[in-house]
């Protein structure tokens, strides 16, 4: 039997926090915990656990678990927060960098954080900005290996959390990726399941230090997540 990876997993209710519990299902070389603010469906045959605690709780919980890697699926969206651009900071930047501390301070050596493409400290996009803040923060926070995943349009069906906007995006884009070549192939959609075999594939690397992946990096390590056995 394969070595087994326990990952602790947070943004469970989520399009790519969802996709990684169903990533997980038939999986012996994993062994997936949630932690959540509220209760979520847990896939039929997942063998994980899910804490739903209040984040302020959430170190005690890793403390105990002990595992191996944290995962990042956090995030809102400044229309599901009425457009108060403090409440999306609580939540993409806080809550994410808060729980990244909680983890290190447990003796978690390794995290994988979704990001988003154009992440950048200096951008003049409110968005696009607290994306890169958060990397910038992550990556002062102590871990021994660091994956920060920047994926373009994220592609999958959202069971809550309805973006419209993203939901015609997410129509076009076959067309729309096509035409996305060179130096703007990074800007691709990706789907949410790929997005979780990726983090899968990187929850099982060792090797220290800090990496970002885009499109073609993402789809290359979901290429290296082993095969289910049997």
Not at 4 to 19: D, K
Not at 41 to 52: D, L, N, T
Not at 81 to 108: C, I, N, P, Q, S
Not at 146 to 161: F, N, Q
Request: aromatic letters at 4%; hydrophobic letters at 45%; charged letters at 30%.
């Amino acid at each position: 039997m394969s070595e087994v990876t326990r990952i602790a997993l947070v943004g469970a209710t989520g399009l790519v926090g969802r996709a990684v519990m169903e990533a997980c299902v038939g999986r012996e070389d994993v062994r997936l915990v949630a932690l959540s603010r509220r209760e979520a469906p847990i896939p039929k045959g997942a063998r994980m656990e899910m804490f739903v605690a209040d984040p302020a709780n959430w170190g005690d919980v890793l403390q105990d678990l002990r595992p191996e890697v944290l995962v990042s699926a956090l995030g809102t969206t400044i229309r599901k927060v009425g457009g108060d651009k403090d409440a999306f900071r609580a939540v993409d930047y806080d809550l994410v960098v808060e729980t990244a501390r909680m983890a290190h301070e447990a003796g978690v050596d390794r995290m994988i954080s979704v990001s988003s493409i154009g992440a950048d400290p200096h951008s003049d996009n409110f968005y696009l900005k607290t994306k890169g803040e958060v990397e910038k923060a992550l990556m002062k926070a102590g871990f021994k290996r660091l994956d920060i995943l920047r994926p373009g349009l994220l592609r999958g069906t959202r069971t809550a959390d309805l973006r419209p906007l993203e939901g015609l995006g997410r129509m076009a884009s076959p067309a729309m990726d096509l035409l996305l070549r060179g130096k703007y192939t990074k800007y691709r959609s990706v789907h949410a399941s790929l997005m979780a075999e990726a983090i899968l594939a990187l929850a099982m690397r060792k090797q220290q230090g800090k990496f970002v992946h885009e499109h073609e990096g993402l789809h290359r390590a979901a290429k290296l997540l082993p095969a289910l056995e049997g």
